[in-house]
Each structure stands twice: as structure tokens, then as C-alpha cells.
T-cell receptor, first 115, second 115 residues
Framework: AQKVTQAQTEISVVEKEDVTLDCVYETRDTTYYLFWYKQPPSGELVFLIRRNSFDEQNEISGRYSWNFQKSTSSFNFTITASQVVDSAVYFCALSGLMGYSTLTFGKGTMLLVSP | EAGVTQSPTHLIKTRGQQATLRCSPISGHTSVYWYQQALGLGLQFLLWYDEGEERNRGNFPPRFSGRQFPNYSSELNVNALELEDSALYLC??????????????FGPGTRLLVL
């Protein structure tokens, strides 16, 4: 069975602070995919990133960066210089072989960035 | 390019009634997924359709059903509505490409309220 744990239920920061959202996963699959989605108050889930289990390179996209560590089964997400518009619920998700495995989501971390 | 669309945005029903939710995938996508996001329960997988067939089903009773049409749009039907069916229902679409991975893109959701 697959499991995704986002231990941080809610994080509050002040604008321009850096913030890291933690994600720990469990799977027996040797090939799997990890995702981060953002859910603003409007409700729509916005895709942010997908990583393959065989590619442990970290990635940076603007103010966003992701740290994938297979040894600790973690896929953490960092927002640098946070902005009020970053306020949302962030979900980490896991899937097995595409087409045969659906997404397993963590419970989400609510990020509140105040001015 | 248009994203995933869902209708209606809001739906109010009473216990025992039936609800029909609709989803149009991104052009070219053949897979449609349905998820339920109920308060306190997180995102739970409901159904997966691909090429007109039901491929997988989550842990939900049979009164949750659906179908996928030849144009790949999909319908979710919930019969004999119960109060606990009140939730945000999210539809996602994807294109499964062998060896290239799969990313699910989500629509804005339908908020169902059962009174």
C-alpha cells in the first residue's frame, strides 16, 4: 500500500520568509512518481511538479525548489521569499506505474503568508 | 489550450436525490479521474475511466457510478444522496504515454451540498 505523510498541518510565515513543506512517502514499487499540487481558496488543484523515482536531481523553478531524497523517502518543497499569493493548501502525492495506479495524496499543508 | 472543465460549479440537493456531475478533459487526453474532497477526509480517489472503460474504482459504494463518452468527457452520478456526500468533487484528466509518465491535471471542481 502507498502512503504519503505531510506532518505539517498548517504553517504561517511573514512575506519574504523562506518556507519548506515536508513530504514523506511509503511505497513498495521500485518505479514511482511524486507530485506537488497547490490548491488555492478557489479549490482547483494546480500541478506544480512531477519527479520520477529514478531521477534524484533536485530542481529549482523560480522561487520554488524541490529536494528529493530516496534514502529518506522524502520529497520536500521550498518556497523562497514567500509572497501572499503563495497562500494555499499544498498537497504531495504519489503514484505507481502510470495507467495502473492512481494518485495517493497526503493530507495537505495549509500555508498562510501574511504581509 | 483549455483546461479541464467541470459543471455545475455548485449543486444543492436533498437526501435521497440523485446528482450528476460533468467533466470535460483537456483536448487529447483520454483518461478521466474523479476524486472526492470531503472536509476532514482529504482527497480520495473515486473512479478512473480510460478509452470509455472503467479501469479502477476507489473504496466507495456502488451508488457512486459514472461513465465516459466517446468524446472522452465524463459523468459522475451519485444516487440516494446522503449528508456525508457533501464535498468538493474534482475531475482530472491525463494522457498515458508509455515510458513518458503521466500527470493528472485538475478541473475547478463541483461543490455538492446535500441537505
Amino acid at each position: 500500500a502507498q502512503k504519503v505523510t505531510q506532518a505539517q498541518t498548517e504553517i504561517s510565515v511573514v512575506e519574504k520568509e523562506d518556507v519548506t513543506l515536508d513530504c514523506v512517502y511509503e511505497t513498495r514499487d521500485t518505479t514511482y512518481y511524486l507530485f506537488w499540487y497547490k490548491q488555492p481558496p478557489s479549490g482547483e488543484l494546480v500541478f506544480l511538479i512531477r519527479r520520477n523515482s529514478f531521477d534524484e536531481q533536485n530542481e529549482i523553478s523560480g522561487r520554488y525548489s524541490w529536494n528529493f531524497q530516496k534514502s529518506t523517502s522524502s520529497f520536500n518543497f521550498t518556497i523562497t521569499a514567500s509572497q501572499v499569493v503563495d497562500s494555499a493548501v499544498y498537497f504531495c502525492a504519489l503514484s505507481g506505474l502510470m495507467g495502473y495506479s492512481t494518485l495517493t495524496f497526503g493530507k495537505g499543508t495549509m500555508l498562510l503568508v501574511s504581509p | 489550450e483549455a483546461g479541464v472543465t467541470q459543471s455545475p460549479t455548485h449543486l444543492i440537493k436533498t437526501r435521497g436525490q440523485q446528482a450528476t456531475l460533468r467533466c470535460s478533459p483537456i483536448s487529447g487526453h483520454t483518461s478521466v479521474y474523479w476524486y472526492q474532497q470531503a472536509l476532514g477526509l482529504g482527497l480520495q480517489f473515486l473512479l478512473w475511466y480510460d478509452e470509455g472503460e472503467e479501469r479502477n474504482r476507489g473504496n466507495f459504494p456502488p451508488r457512486f457510478s459514472g461513465r465516459q463518452f466517446p468524446n472522452y468527457s465524463s459523468e459522475l452520478n451519485v444516487n440516494a444522496l446522503e449528508l456525508e456526500d457533501s464535498a468538493l468533487y474534482l475531475c482530472a484528466s491525463s494522457l498515458v504515454v508509455q515510458g513518458a509518465g503521466e500527470t493528472q491535471y485538475f478541473g475547478p471542481g463541483t461543490r455538492l451540498l446535500v441537505l
